[in-house]
Nanobody
């Protein structure tokens, strides 16, 4: 499985960006997708995730501003980011989970990251 993230860039505060994550390879068993971000000097944190049943979770810091969506037919997951703030500046990573065939747990696939810079 390969994940290709795209859509990052430089935007002014209050602006919008749309990130996209395209999965390829053996994607049939992938379940939950998520976007994480890592700002300089900080730990990677969950931004949003979406289940196969299209249930979504968001970090409190992005609720009401970001929207995650998926197109299962195209194996893509997007993150629409509105009302961006300088604090949203980070490298954004997409992640896909694949459940183990035997036992509990999942194997996580990560994309390469895409940089989002929000200027004040």
């Amino acid at each position: 499985v390969q994940l290709q993230a795209s859509g990052g860039g430089l935007v002014q505060a209050g602006g919008s960006l749309r990130l996209s994550c395209a999965a390829s390879g053996s994607t049939a068993a992938l379940t939950t997708f998520a976007w994480y971000r890592q700002a300089p000097g900080k730990q990677r944190e969950l931004v949003a995730r979406i289940t196969p049943g299209v249930s979504t979770d968001y970090a409190d810091s992005v609720k009401g501003r970001f929207t995650i969506s998926r197109d299962s037919a195209k194996n893509t997951v997007d993150l629409q980011m509105n009302s961006l703030k300088p604090d949203d500046t980070a490298v954004y990573y997409c992640k896909a989970e694949m459940p183990f065939v035997i036992g509990d747990g999942t194997y996580d696939y990560w994309g390469q990251g895409t940089l989002v810079t929000v200027s004040s």
